[in-house]
Nanobody, 115 residues
Framework: QVQLVESGGGLVQPGGSLRLSCVAS????????MGWYRQAPGKQRELVAV???????NYADFVKGRFAISRDVTKNTVYLQMNSLRPEDTAVYSC?????????WGQGTQVTVSS
């Protein structure tokens, strides 16, 4: 079992920045990749970014150049640095950890971009 706890969401003005954090605990040795998804009201959940144990990253087109995912293995933590935020980035952002058998999800953190 893997447990995930996110933090760092909140209200920010357009053009602003936020950094989300996700701390993993439990069977962390089984994790092969971690990432962030988001879900806006009335929309399907969508991938934002993912990072593998080897450090390879993948981003959704709509965040390329604005968001950056990173991982501190010593702290069992994955980060999502979000810059140049737009109102359309408003959503619940959820952390995910992937193992060979399943994916685990955090409870999500709300990000609201509004003036």
């Amino acid at each position: 079992q893997v447990q995930l706890v996110e933090s760092g969401g909140g209200l920010v003005q357009p053009g602003g920045s936020l950094r989300l954090s996700c701390v993993a605990s439990g069977s962390i040795e089984s994790i092969t990749a971690m990432g962030w998804y988001r879900q806006a009201p009335g929309k399907q959940r969508e991938l934002v970014a993912v990072i593998t144990n080897g450090g390879r990253t993948n981003y959704a087109d709509f965040v390329k150049g604005r968001f950056a995912i990173s991982r501190d293995v010593t702290k069992n933590t994955v980060y999502l640095q979000m810059n140049s935020l737009r109102p359309e980035d408003t959503a619940v952002y959820s952390c995910t950890a992937h193992t060979l058998s399943r994916a685990y999800w955090g409870q999500g953190t709300q990000v609201t971009v509004s003036s």
